[in-house]
């Protein structure tokens, strides 16, 4: 279904059952996987807002399947040429949220109204941030983390954290790891590894390094504990941590 006010350029391409609303703009460069919903005023594969950027670049945007785009969303093609800013499957971008050029924006992910991400931005699967958050160029944000309302992250934010104001960790996602169902020893073993990376004075890659190459009954052997591990071992920049001092895991037995 395409209403007869949006616009489609010539060349854009879209999977079967997408429907697209009144008002909205799909250029010429984007891509949309089935069942894709585009509500009214949203452009997907505007031009980056880079003041280097040369519009006759061929680079796109790709949307998965089954995502749900909301008003006057808008999502910027990539600034190099054969390059794509991506949105996963089964995403939900909610009105006035905002996708960069570049971005990379993993399955299952949640963007509440007016959420800015700029430029380069990574966000794992099944994450969700608040309302109005902003994110900084270049920053990876793990999977299953959670972004409070009006947070501004600068910081990279590892897996299945829950952060707020301005990049402060404040715990572990235990609600959102219960809800996708994951094992109790995963949960278990994610306490220890968040505690023996934020609770123990040192450089946080050196010692999420360590708690990887732990043995014995100290091992790290769960997926998800490794991947909170191994997120610190990339990356360009700092890391969102708990306030000094404190660290703020849920105890509450799983």
């Known amino acids: 279904m395409i209403h007869p006010t949006a616009i489609v350029e010539p060349g854009a391409k879209l999977g079967a059952d997408c429907e697209i609303h009144a008002y909205a703009v799909i250029k010429s460069n984007a891509e949309l996987g089935d069942r894709v919903v585009v509500h009214p ?17 061929p680079s796109g945007v790709r949307v998965g399947h089954d995502t749900v785009i909301r008003e006057h969303v808008t999502i910027n093609r990539a600034i190099h040429a054969g390059q794509y800013t991506v949105v996963g499957a089964h995403c939900f971008l909610m009105a006035t949220s905002h ?44 999977e ?15 897996p299945y954290t829950m952060t707020a104001e301005r990049d402060e960790v404040a715990g572990l996602n235990v609600v959102g790891l219960k809800r996708r ?5 995963a949960i278990r073993e994610l306490k220890a590894a968040f505690h023996h990376v934020y609770g123990t004075p040192g450089n ?21 504990a490794r991947r909170f591990l191994e997120f610190f071992s990339s990356g360009k920049r700092s890391f969102a941590r708990p306030v000094r001092g404190r660290v703020a895991a849920d105890e509450a037995e799983v």
């Open 181 to 185: 169902g994951v094992p109790r020893e």
């Open 204 to 224: 946080i890659r050196t010692l999420a390094a360590q708690a990887l190459g732990l043995g014995g009954d100290h091992a790290f052997r769960t997926p998800e």
């Open 41 to 57: 005023f949203a452009v997907i594969g505007g031009d980056p807002q880079f003041l280097k950027f040369d519009p006759a670049t």
């Open 144 to 158: 299953g983390a959670m972004v409070g309302g009006a947070a501004r992250i600068s910081r990279d934010l590892a």
């Open 99 to 142: 996708v960069a050029h570049d971005c990379a924006i993993a399955d299952g992910v949640v963007l509440a109204n007016a959420v800015l991400l700029a430029g380069h931005v990574t966000v794992g699967e099944n994450t969700f941030l608040g309302g109005s958050a902003t994110v900084h160029q270049f920053v990876r944000i793990g």
